[in-house]
């Protein structure tokens, strides 16, 4: 069985998805989750931000942005993103202590989440002593840079589900310096405990 995956931006919406769809689609083992307090969505102005609980189904989302200004909204890029999301999963999962899942490696795309995450994995305390590797790697917030980013984490997921890799923890400083060759992102690195 390979190693299991996450990718964790602060809304569970473009990056964090972006890379869920391109790891799925070339079979990995991967879940997605946003650290926010809600999911957050540009609206009309910046002053007035669609806002939605987290576990609210991303096709609500794209009916509730497409009866509000189907234009714009489709313009923007959100109801195409939207509609990538909702076939992959039902909605946008929130970061959580409770959460019964571990991982072989978290993925975050903003050092705020990657904090988030850190900070987390410290509360709950090693109750399985299983190890993770928690990478962040800042992409921005829009769509070009999502696919980009996505593409850039497809990468570095298969350097490290590569068969060859007997000892990930005593392996992985040289995958991200040998990733870090062909993709100038800013990156941090830790082990945290599951």
């Known amino acids: 069985?390979?190693?299991?995956?996450?990718?964790?931006?602060?809304?569970?919406?473009?990056?964090?998805?972006?890379?869920?769809h391109v790891l799925s689609k070339c079979g990995f083992q991967v879940s997605s989750y946003g650290t926010g307090s809600a999911v957050?969505?540009?609206?009309?102005?910046?002053?007035?931000p669609n806002i939605y609980p987290f576990g609210t189904p991303y096709d609500l989302m794209y009916q509730?942005?497409?009866?509000?200004?189907?234009?714009?909204?489709?313009?923007n890029g959100l109801l195409d993103m939207l509609d990538r999301n909702r076939?992959?999963?039902?909605?946008?999962?929130?970061?959580?202590?409770?959460?019964?899942?571990?991982f072989d490696?978290?993925?975050?795309?903003?050092?705020?989440?990657?904090?988030?995450i850190c900070e987390d994995m410290t509360e709950r305390g090693e109750l399985r002593n299983r190890p993770a590797h928690v990478i962040n790697i800042d992409i921005k917030d829009n769509h070009e840079d999502a696919m980009l980013g996505g593409r850039a984490i497809l990468q570095l997921v298969q350097m490290i589900d590569n068969e060859r890799i007997t000892d990930l923890d005593e392996e992985m400083p040289n995958i991200l310096e040998e990733w870090q060759k062909k993709y100038k992102y800013d990156i941090l690195h830790c082990i945290a405990y599951f």
């Open 87 to 102: 076939k992959i999963k039902l909605a946008p999962e929130q970061w959580s202590s409770d959460a019964k899942e571990s």
């Open 105 to 116: 490696v978290i993925i975050s795309c903003e050092e705020r989440c990657y904090d988030v």
């Open 40 to 48: 957050r969505l540009p609206g009309p102005s910046i002053e007035r």
């Open 1 to 20: 069985m390979g190693k299991t995956f996450a990718v964790v931006c602060a809304s569970n919406q473009n990056r964090s998805m972006e890379a869920h």
């Open 64 to 75: 509730d942005l497409y009866s509000k200004d189907p234009k714009l909204y489709k313009q």
